[in-house]
């Protein structure tokens, strides 16, 4: 007997399985790690390109960022911060069925610099760490650059886990590739 999986099962049941590897990722992010090295930037992009739904896509890594700040503590660039992660899910959004590992590891690294660039600027702009001046916002990146390696390292590792995770489960279920056909005896 041949039975085909409908589209709305097989986009069901891979939306389940990003969203459960989105919460156990973020879960991560309220256990203790270095500075800046969490699973959010991946998060966003894994969301951004494996979310067929885009408003599932913004609002998911939004709510898992706020559900962690209710345990880590909200601070005044938390806009910022926000709104930076939506860029890396848009960023994830031309990742759509075009995941290779090239693509994605680019991805990655625009997140990380996106954020780092988009936060330090903040850093300088609203906290009054620096001078309000050319230089003062050099010394500003400069002090974060150990904070862009933790960055690029947590989303480096973390994206590898989401997509590699992702891509296994789509090569040994079947229900789980896109136009899934389930064949049984």
């Given at each position: 007997?041949?039975?085909?999986?409908?589209?709305k099962e097989?986009?069901?049941?891979?939306?389940?399985?990003a969203?459960?590897l989105?919460?156990?990722?973020?879960?991560?992010r309220?256990?203790?790690?270095?500075?800046?090295?969490?699973?959010?930037?991946a998060?966003?992009?894994?969301?951004?390109?494996?979310?067929?739904?885009?408003?599932?896509?913004?609002l998911?890594p939004?709510?898992?960022?706020?559900?962690?700040?209710?345990?880590?503590?909200?601070?005044?660039?938390?806009?910022?911060?926000?709104a930076?992660?939506?860029?890396?899910?848009?960023?994830?959004l031309?990742?759509?069925d075009?995941?290779?590992?090239?693509?994605i590891?680019?991805?990655?690294?625009?997140?990380?610099?996106?954020?780092?660039?988009?936060?330090?600027?903040?850093?300088?702009?609203?906290?009054?760490?620096?001078?309000?001046?050319?230089?003062?916002l050099?010394?500003?990146?400069?002090?974060?650059?150990p904070?862009?390696w933790?960055?690029?390292s947590?989303?480096?590792?973390?994206?590898?886990?989401?997509?590699?995770?992702?891509?296994?489960?789509?090569?040994?279920?079947?229900?789980?590739?896109?136009?899934?056909?389930?064949?049984?005896?």
């Amino acid at each position: 007997m041949n039975h085909e999986l409908s589209q709305k099962e097989n986009l069901f049941y891979r939306t389940l399985l990003a969203l459960v590897l989105i919460v156990l990722a973020a879960a991560l992010r309220i256990a203790p790690h270095p500075w800046n090295f969490t699973p959010i930037g991946a998060i966003a992009l894994f969301s951004g390109a494996v979310l067929r739904d885009r408003r599932l896509a913004f609002l998911f890594p939004l709510l898992a960022l706020f559900i962690g700040d209710i345990f880590i503590g909200f601070h005044k660039l938390i806009p910022i911060v926000y709104a930076s992660f939506l860029i890396n899910v848009a960023i994830g959004l031309w990742l759509r069925d075009r995941r290779t590992v090239v693509r994605i590891s680019s991805a990655t690294l625009l997140g990380a610099i996106q954020f780092f660039l988009a936060t330090n600027f903040a850093v300088w702009q609203f906290l009054g760490s620096f001078p309000h001046t050319a230089a003062g916002l050099l010394a500003c990146y400069v002090a974060g650059i150990p904070f862009f390696w933790n960055t690029l390292s947590g989303d480096a590792l973390y994206a590898t886990l989401l997509f590699g995770s992702f891509a296994l489960a789509e090569r040994f279920v079947p229900a789980l590739r896109p136009s899934a056909r389930i064949t049984s005896s």
